[in-house]
């Protein structure tokens, strides 16, 4: 049964300030997505990795992807206010099912 | 969210009663999803469908079940409703092109009483 684990799952952190999320997963899989969601709101797409050493960057995040150690990390650098939110990772293991992480609340203070 | 609407948004019903959650799709997708979201938990899936007449179940499906007749619709009915399927619920839809992801609706918030 696959299993995909967040951590942490509560960060809260200044601006300007980097960190990490990351994101593990039991069974192999080379599909993995990161979502964003607003409290109250859908979930937002942010990226997609579907293969071993992927990386992508959009504004102040980056997502990377580790199929043989089955890891991904979403890296925030320079945090805003902005960024506040849950980010969610989620693991496709080609089944055509989507297994969620638990999720990270992320919150940015002055 | 642009080609995917849920209804209803919001809903209260009372336990025992049965309940229909529906999605619709404009972009002809293949594959439809429902997921339900407890604090704590994520996202759960509880069916899906990878085409008209085609489903199967998710993790958490017990009390629920879906009917696709048509590919742009996917219904979900909780056969008698529970508080504990008081929650929020998503439909997603996939293309069978996994580059652009899953693409989540607005969510229906389901309080059984």
């Known amino acids: 049964e696959l299993k995909v684990e967040q951590n942490p799952l509560f960060l809260s952190m200044q601006e300007g300030k980097n960190y990490t999320i990351y994101c593990n997963y039991s069974?192999?899989?080379?599909?993995l997505y990161w979502y964003r969601q607003d409290p109250g709101k859908s979930l937002e797409s942010l990226f997609v990795?579907?293969?071993?050493?992927a990386v992508k960057q959009e504004g102040r995040l980056m997502a990377s992807l580790d199929t043989k150690a089955r890891l991904s990390t979403l890296h925030i650098t320079a945090a805003v206010h902005d960024l506040s939110a849950t980010y969610f990772c989620?693991?496709?293991?080609?089944?055509?099912?989507?297994?969620f992480g638990t999720g990270t609340r992320l919150q940015v203070f002055p | 969210d642009a080609g995917i609407t849920q209804s209803p948004r919001h809903k209260v019903t009372e336990t025992g009663t049965p309940v229909t959650l529906r999605c619709h799709q404009t972009?002809?997708?293949?594959?439809m999803y429902w997921y339900r979201q407890d604090p704590g938990h994520g996202l759960r899936l509880i069916h899906y469908?990878?085409?008209?007449?085609?489903?199967d179940k998710g993790e958490v499906s017990d009390g629920y079940s879906v009917s696709r007749s048509k590919t742009e619709d996917f219904l979900l009915t909780l056969e008698s409703a529970t508080s504990s399927q008081t929650s929020v619920y998503f439909c997603?839809?996939?293309?069978?092109?996994?580059?652009?992801?899953?693409?989540f609706g607005s969510g229906t918030r389901l309080t059984v009483v």
């Open positions: 997603a839809i996939r293309s069978g092109d996994r580059t652009y992801g899953y693409t």
């Open positions: 069974t192999t899989s080379d599909r």
């Open positions: 990795l579907l293969s071993n050493g």
């Open positions: 989620a693991v496709d293991r080609g089944t055509d099912k989507l297994i």
């Open positions: 972009e002809n997708h293949r594959y």
């Open positions: 469908s990878y085409g008209v007449k085609d489903t």
